[in-house]
């Protein structure tokens, strides 16, 4: 199974941005659907963004008009833009294809003034 290490995030004020990215330990150029997640203490993990084949994409709830979700096959790398933040996007960031595979580390993401 493919294994995903996500990096970046951090810490920004209400409006800032950040980007998140992960790299998988093989190939994704097979995998047609990746996507980005995030949990929060005590929540479920929730789907944020995925991104089919090169390039169309979805996204859900608060996250349209803000994220951009995208991958560079040639460097197995997901990469997820996130701007306008806000508090509720404090989370975890996970990426993963669909179907799972294994579960990263996460990216840590801190939303506060």
């Known amino acids: 199974q493919i294994q995903f290490v996500e990096s970046g995030g951090g810490s920004v004020q209400p409006g800032g941005s950040l980007n998140v990215s992960c790299t998988a330990s093989?190939?994704?150029?097979?995998?047609?659907?990746l996507g980005w997640y995030r949990q929060t203490p005590g929540r479920q993990r929730e789907l944020v963004a995925l991104?089919?084949?090169?390039?169309?994409?979805s996204y859900e709830g608060s996250a349209k008009g803000r994220f951009t979700i995208s991958r560079d096959n040639t460097k197995n790398t997901l990469f997820l833009q996130m701007n306008e933040l806000t508090p509720e996007d404090t989370a975890v960031y996970y990426c993963?294809?669909?179907?799972?595979?294994?579960w990263g580390q996460g990216a840590h993401v801190t939303v506060s003034s």
């Open positions: 993963n294809s669909v179907p799972y595979s294994l």
């Open positions: 093989g190939s994704i150029t097979t995998l047609y659907t």
């Open positions: 991104i089919y084949g090169e390039s169309q994409t």
